[in-house]
């Protein structure tokens, strides 16, 4: 009988110590998560910050464009 008494103990010491890192790789995965959905919102900030850049990038292209077509043409009309 004692040593029934001896396999229960260490049974439940091993459970105990399996139960222990499974809580512990729980926690460990759930700020991974934390970590991973913050990353990717700070991607997500970036890229539309990017696309905003490149949005004004083509619209200062575009500006820069009918403002030398005005000028051309307010060039030619002083040259008359």
């Known amino acids: 009988m004692p040593d029934s008494n001896l396999i229960d103990a260490l049974i439940a010491g091993a459970g105990a110590v399996v139960a222990y890192f499974v809580?512990?790789?729980r926690e460990d995965n759930r700020e991974q998560d934390r970590k991973i959905h913050d990353l990717e919102r700070q991607q997500a900030a970036l890229l539309s910050r990017?696309?905003?850049r490149q949005d004004m990038q083509l619209l200062r292209t575009?500006?820069?464009q009918h403002f030398?077509?005005?000028f051309s043409k307010l060039d030619k009309k002083a040259d008359k």
């Open 23 to 25: 809580k512990s790789t």
């Open 50 to 52: 990017e696309e905003f």
């Open 62 to 64: 575009e500006m820069n």
């Open 68 to 70: 030398a077509q005005v």
